[in-house]
T-cell receptor, first 113, second 111 residues
Framework: NAGVTQTPKFQVLKTGQSMTLQCAQD?????MSWYRQDPGMGLRLIHY???????DQGEVPNGYNVSRSTTEDFPLRLLSAAPSQTSVYFC????????????FGQGTRLTVV | QQPVQSPQAVILREGEDAVINCSSS?????VHWYRQKHGEAPIFLMI?????EQKGHDKISASFNEKKQQSSLYLTASQLSYSGTYFC????????????FGAGTRLAVHP
């Protein structure tokens, strides 16, 4: 049981490049989310999904796109990378319900130069 | 909408106690607590629900004041392994399972 798997673990991009951060979970969880973590800012919600085909914006969605075609996968796309998107990105999955714990992927450290 | 955590940082000696607070200006349905070690992903500690239900580790103690929309995490007889950054996450009443985290509290426990 792998849990939540994120790829890649590290990535360096040039300003203006695009890329996709992959996230897959094997726990059949309905809810999946993407967060970014910056020093002093905590974990900020980018986008989230409550099931296949359903996504919504979080606190800091600008510059990012998501889609959820299957229960297992929730990729995060950076359309045109900017230095302000340098951060550590975490994918999170949870079972449906209010009292369910969040399972984090190991994170992707992204640097935009 | 982001919950406010206090203090921002705590330094303890082994065996000392600490309290970390989390407050929101909105009506909450649940409060989550997670701990993150340097370079690692956050891990689950506890969930407190409106109505008094709690789920989590037996050795972790926390409270949720629904009237004040505040939660506190109690770390007693601290151990070196307690060091890390603690995050509270909140879900609003009527929110759609949207978990919003605070900025974190850094805890350092020294021998």
């Amino acid at each position: 049981n792998a849990g939540v798997t994120q790829t890649p673990k590290f990535q360096v991009l040039k300003t203006g490049q695009s890329m996709t951060l992959q996230c897959a979970q094997d726990m059949n969880h309905e809810y999946m989310s993407w967060y970014r973590q910056d020093p002093g800012m905590g974990l900020r919600l980018i986008h989230y999904s409550v099931g296949a085909g359903i996504t919504d914006q979080g606190e800091v969605p600008n510059g990012y796109n998501v889609s959820r075609s299957t229960t297992e996968d929730f990729p995060l796309r950076l359309l045109s990378a900017a230095p302000s998107q340098t951060s550590v990105y975490f994918c999170v999955s949870r079972e449906q319900g209010w009292d369910t714990e969040a399972f984090f992927g190991q994170g992707t450290r992204l640097t935009v130069v | 909408q982001q919950p406010v955590q206090s203090p921002q940082a705590v330094i303890l000696r082994e065996g000392e106690d600490a309290v970390i607070n989390c407050s929101s200006s909105k009506a909450l349905y649940s409060v989550h607590w997670y701990r993150q070690k340097h370079g690692e992903a956050p891990i689950f500690l506890m969930i407190l629900l409106k109505g008094g239900e709690q789920k989590g580790h037996d050795k972790i103690s926390a409270s949720f004041n629904e009237k004040k929309q505040q939660s506190s995490l109690y770390l007693t007889a601290s151990q070196l392994s307690y060091s890390g950054t603690y995050f509270c996450g909140t879900e609003l009443s009527g929110g759609y399972n949207k978990l919003i985290f605070g900025a974190g509290t850094r805890l350092a426990v020294h021998p």
